[in-house]
């Protein structure tokens, strides 16, 4: 959640402090400002504590009722919340302007803050990826050989890294239109390196396409050019053309791939290559929220092959499950394997492999934000189960023990952290909501006292108990456990809201109600009311935005 939002969220919601829908009508703007006008205007009460307690919330209450009422103002707070009537430019709109030109303004200042905020970054990616021949595991020694290794003498496998690569690279934007991009790669394998650095710049030249050009030395100087247009809704392409200057002349290459949406989740995509590589390629994608499907097929020189891959989400278990095939001139592969999201920026990925002639090699990667941590493990050179089985096992049983052993806890210390973080922050703007609660709940006494009287002489509605914050668990009483800090006794302030032997709570967060306020910020709260109606005792849990209306019949406890 962006520091916007998070303000936006943490201020009072007028909409819910009158206990109105926030469509409502002027008509209920009105009524729900006369109802609390009653009850807090200060010349109703002659304490002077009170009454300045009860000129504060007036105070409240007619402000919520100004911005509500004024179509303006109304706008303005539906898009910015109570900040926006104060700050960011919106003194200078004019108030002739209707509330869809109110947003139309709302949404072109936000999009220069996004230009300001792309400037500022740099968006920095990075890559490192090993390779591991771990083939000495599965080996079957020569137990006759007449040299003495050391490994016979301390039982150890020869493991080496025999390969890595890094890349990196960081944006650079220029303006609201072009970007500059800077990279850099180096790579060894078997002790053969190589390496080369790449500067772009891209700009777009209208709504419908980019171009771009990009320098590059290394293996000698490159020079391309790139372009994409979307010609018409739902098809698309984009070429490239990449000169090669080497110590033997100059060599050319195109690629050039167009592209269709065949319907909503697919899309369809035909490359040809050319000059330094020649062949043509076509594959489709299919996208849903279950699953992913890819099916591509190649024809070229020396290569050629056809090959399907299947994800299935779990967007529940923020899992993937991922089986690939492929097969062609150079043999054939069949991958299965994992993904999980481990923490809101980060996933870990394990993949078993096993091919001709590539043998059975393990893939595990990390992803965390922009960078990605990689390995590619040989395990045995030929397919054999050994090494089959272990390269499955192995990395279940690995995630599993971490998992328990260490990223929950690690996990469970961060959300706890992050909550003393937030209470520590809110602890005075918590204080000053809990006197203004207890504050008006005194406020509201003497009127909760008629309604009582009024709802228990035709036996109507009267609510016995209320609570808010985190509730006890289902089964348990809040006697059981008494009244915690965390939980605050709403009594009052729901009768105070009963009228004709109905209540109505609207579909969002109860802490701006009058006498409410959020006892745990940042935490999932409910709402529990046990009632009379009838002389029959009623009891109703809720979520925290969720709406309610009582009395109903499906609220009656079983006698």
């Not at 919330?57 to 104060?86: P, Q």
């Not at 108030?95 to 072109?108: L, V």
């Not at 922050?425 to 008006?440: D, F, G, I």
């Amino acid at each position: 959640m962006s520091d916007d939002m998070e303000e936006i969220h943490n201020e009072d919601d007028y909409y819910t402090f009158l206990n109105i829908p926030r469509d409502a009508s002027s008509e209920e703007i009105n009524n729900a400002y006369r109802r609390l006008s009653r009850l807090y205007h200060p010349d109703k009460h002659t304490d002077p504590d009170r009454k300045m307690e009860a000129e504060l919330l007036f105070s409240k209450t007619k402000r919520a009722y100004e911005v509500l009422s004024d179509a303006h103002m109304r706008a303005i707070y539906d898009n910015l919340g109570i900040a926006g009537l104060e700050t960011q430019g919106w003194e200078i709109v004019q108030r002739t302007k209707t509330p869809h030109e109110i947003r139309e303004e709302y949404e072109r200042l936000a999009r220069d803050r996004e230009e300001r905020r792309l400037q500022q970054r740099t968006n920095p990616k990075s890559s490192v990826t090993m390779t591991i021949d771990a083939t000495d595991l599965f080996s079957v020694y020569d137990d006759e050989s007449p040299y003495l290794d050391l490994r016979d003498l301390f039982g150890l496998p020869h493991i080496e890294i025999s390969g890595m690569s890094i890349n990196q690279s960081i944006e650079a934007p220029l303006t609201s239109k072009d970007t500059a991009v800077f990279s850099g790669n180096l790579a060894s394998h078997n002790g053969n390196g190589n390496g080369g650095i790449n500067c772009s710049v891209r700009r777009i030249t209208s709504e419908k396409g980019w171009g771009e050009v990009e320098i590059g030395a290394g293996n000698g100087l490159t020079f391309t050019t790139k372009g994409f247009r979307n010609f018409s809704r739902g098809v698309f392409g984009n070429a490239s053309l990449m000169s090669h200057f080497t110590a033997n002349g100059v060599r050319l290459g195109t690629v050039a791939t167009l592209a269709n949406q065949l319907d909503k989740h697919t899309v369809g995509y035909l490359t040809w290559k050319a000059g330094m590589q020649s062949g043509m390629n076509t594959m489709i994608i299919r996208d849903t929220p279950s699953l992913h499907i890819v099916f591509s097929g190649y024809i070229g020189i020396p290569h050629t092959y056809i090959a399907l891959s299947y994800t299935h989400k779990m967007p529940e278990r923020d899992a993937k499950l991922k089986l690939t095939g492929k097969a062609g001139t150079f043999g054939a592969v069949v991958e299965y394997g994992a993904e999980k999201k481990i923490s809101q920026n980060s996933s870990l990925s394990a993949t078993l492999g096993v091919g001709v002639p590539t043998g059975v090699h393990l893939k595990l990667k990390l992803h965390r934000a922009s960078q990605t941590y990689g390995a590619t493990i040989l395990l045995c050179e030929e397919i054999l189960p050994a090494p089959v089985i272990y390269g499955t096992i192995v990395p279940l049983v690995s995630w599993l023990a971490i998992h328990k052993l260490i990223i929950q806890p690690y996990l469970r210390q961060q959300k706890q952290a992050e909550l003393l973080k937030q209470r520590e922050a809110n602890k005075s703007r918590l204080l000053e909501k809990r006197r203004e609660a207890m504050a008006a709940v005194d406020l509201m006494r003497e009127t909760v006292r008629r309604i009582v009287e009024q709802e228990e002489s035709r036996k109507g509605l009267v609510i016995l108990q209320a609570w808010y914050g985190q509730l006890v668990l289902d089964g348990e009483t809040q006697e059981d456990c008494g009244i915690s800090p965390e939980v605050v006794d709403v009594t009052v302030p729901l009768q105070c809201l009963v009228k004709d032997s109905k209540l109505i709570l609207q579909e969002s967060s109860k802490c701006s109600l009058p006498g409410f306020y959020d006892p745990c910020p940042g935490e999932d709260k409910s709402l529990r009311v046990r009632y009379l109606f009838h002389a029959v005792t009623h009891e109703v849990m809720i979520s925290d935005t969720e709406s309610l209306r009582i009395p109903k019949q499906s609220h009656r406890m079983e006698t």
